[in-house]
């Protein structure tokens, strides 16, 4: 058994800097800047959301922009493996921390660990 839900929107920038990146979307969407500079190389920012709320990150990405979702769960092969049953397929496995996947739409999104503290509320689960 394993639980998932979906966890943070995240809105990929394909631009050398984030800068106005965030202030737009922090305007656009009335969310304040929670981290402009998540891992200090310039490439993620986040906006506050409620604990109750997806996170919203931003993302600086050499692919166009876009927005994709990431699915946060207790066990990664076991929810790659049930999206997999579902006609998704495995892309990429990412510093063996995420993996990025293919929806049967073409749609890429990722399955990635528990992004905050208290892992719910709103959880799926998946026997």
């Not at 919203?56 to 922009?65: E, W």
């Not at 066990?75 to 996947?101: F, H, N, Q, S, T």
Request: charged content about 30%.
């Amino acid at each position: 058994m394993h639980h998932s839900r979906l966890s943070t929107i995240v809105i990929d920038c394909h631009v050398e800097d984030l800068t106005e990146a965030i202030g737009f979307w922090s305007q656009a969407l009335g969310k304040p800047v929670a981290d402009a500079d998540q891992d200090g190389d310039g490439k993620y920012a986040e906006l506050q959301t409620a604990a109750d709320e997806p996170l919203i990150l931003l993302q600086k990405v050499d692919h166009a922009s876009r927005v994709h979702l990431d699915i946060e769960t207790d066990d990664l092969e076991a929810e790659a493996a049930r999206l997999e049953g579902l006609g998704a397929r495995r892309v990429a496995l990412v510093r063996e921390r995420w993996w990025v996947m293919e929806a049967p739409s073409g749609h890429r999104f990722c399955v990635v660990r528990p992004q905050r503290e208290t892992f719910g509320p709103h959880l799926n689960r998946w026997d």
